[in-house]
């Protein structure tokens, strides 16, 4: 039986619950909702949604490096969007991030985040070779 490895980026603030940034499962990562502060722990919650989208991403991909991942291994993605008027602008962000690599997803238009954030994002990725 394989054990679970608990995955941390330090280019991310530490989660503030009882959660892991990522966990790796033989050759899968999971990784958890992600919010948008930066890696200094200050929050962009009174930021516009282009830059808590740039900065929810930067934090999947970071907590994706330091579990042996990069984009073209995520295999889905979930996102959860404060209003539905902000998913162009996310699709956009999000095809600038992935490029060409189009992983299966889902965008979740909800009616708030936790600490006002406008976007949290996670994603379930492959480890190769």
């Not at 200050?42 to 579990?67: K, W, Y």
């Not at 009616?111 to 070779?129: D, N, Q, T």
Request: aromatic share 8%; net charge negative.
């Amino acid at each position: 039986m394989s054990a679970l490895e608990t995955i941390l980026s330090p280019d991310v603030p530490a989660p503030a619950g009882h959660y892991a940034q990522a966990v790796g499962y033989k050759d899968l990562v999971f990784v958890s909702g992600q919010l948008a502060p930066r890696p200094d722990g200050s929050h962009t919650a009174e930021e516009p949604f282009a830059v808590q989208a740039r900065q929810a991403l930067d934090n999947l991909l970071a907590i994706l490096r330091a579990g042996g991942c990069g984009p073209q291994d995520v295999v889905k993605v979930t996102a959860y969007l404060v209003g539905a008027g902000n998913w162009p602008e996310f699709n956009r962000i999000y095809a600038e991030a992935f490029g060409a690599h189009k992983p299966a997803r889902s965008v979740v238009p909800v009616p708030e985040l936790h600490y006002g954030y406008l976007i949290e994002i996670e994603a379930i990725a492959v480890r190769r070779g």
